[in-house]
T-cell receptor, first 111, second 112 residues
Framework: GQNIDQPTEMTATEGAIVQINCTYQ??????LFWYQQHAGEAPTFLSY????GLEEKGRFSSFLSRSKGYSYLLLKELQMKDSASYLC????????????FGRGTSLIVHP | DGGITQSPKYLFRKEGQNVTLSCEQN?????MYWYRQDPGQGLRLIYY???????QKGDIAEGYSVSREKKESFPLTVTSAQKNPTAFYLC???????????FGDGTRLSIL
């Protein structure tokens, strides 16, 4: 099985930087997804990391360390609209690669 | 525009009743999925299908059934055997399992 761990809730100030961590314990790791989900809405894809390192997309960046079983999502220049749940999902090698989701981190951005 | 559509947005079920949630995609994706989301929980996989006329159980398939007769459609039936069906149900599709998923807007099911 897989064990995926994320903080339940985080708060941050508008304009600041926040880092949301995700740790996982699994065998046969393939890749790690990050999704954003606003309350009552569908999740939307943010990033997919397969190799070690940092990938930047505008205000959002995602980092992966395969040897440490660790990823983080970095959000810069926070805006109120970034208040949402951030879901980490791990896919495994072989078979169907179907990703398993963590419980999500609820981020609250305040003025 | 391509996308994935779920209907209805809200659904109410009486005790002992089966209900079917619709999911249609025009993205030409081979893989489709059904997830259940409860408050404070992540997405839990109910069923998935990687090709027409084939589907596999996920982690919480008991009390649910699916069909995949067409590439575009993957309906989910919540049967009376599912004792705690109240939840937010999300359908998703992707080109394959290790590619990003596109999600529908969800169906919120409640028990009367």
């Amino acid at each position: 099985g897989q064990n995926i761990d994320q903080p339940t809730e985080m708060t941050a100030t508008e304009g600041a930087i926040v880092q949301i961590n995700c740790t996982y314990q699994t065998s046969g790791f393939n890749g790690l997804f990050w999704y954003q989900q606003h309350a009552g809405e569908a999740p939307t894809f943010l990033s997919y990391n397969v190799l070690d390192g940092l990938e930047e997309k505008g205000r959002f960046s995602s980092f992966l360390s395969r040897s440490k079983g660790y990823s983080y999502l970095l959000l810069k220049e926070l805006q109120m609209k970034d208040s949402a749940s951030y879901l980490c999902a791990v896919s495994l090698l072989g078979g169907s690669y179907i990703p398993t989701f963590g419980r999500g981190t609820s981020l609250i951005v305040h003025p | 525009d391509g996308g994935i559509t779920q209907s209805p947005k809200y659904l109410f079920r009486k005790e002992g009743q089966n209900v079917t949630l619709s999911c249609e995609q025009n993205l030409n994706h081979d893989a489709m999925y059904w997830y259940r989301q409860d408050p404070g929980q992540g997405l839990r996989l109910i069923y998935y299908s990687q090709i027409v006329n084939d589907f596999q159980k996920g982690d919480i398939a008991e009390g649910y059934s699916v069909s995949r007769e067409k590439k575009e459609s993957f309906p989910l039936t919540v049967t009376s055997a599912q004792k705690n069906p109240t939840a937010f149900y999300l359908c998703a599709s992707s080109t394959s399992g290790n590619q990003p998923q596109h999600f529908g807007d969800g169906t919120r099911l409640s028990i009367l």
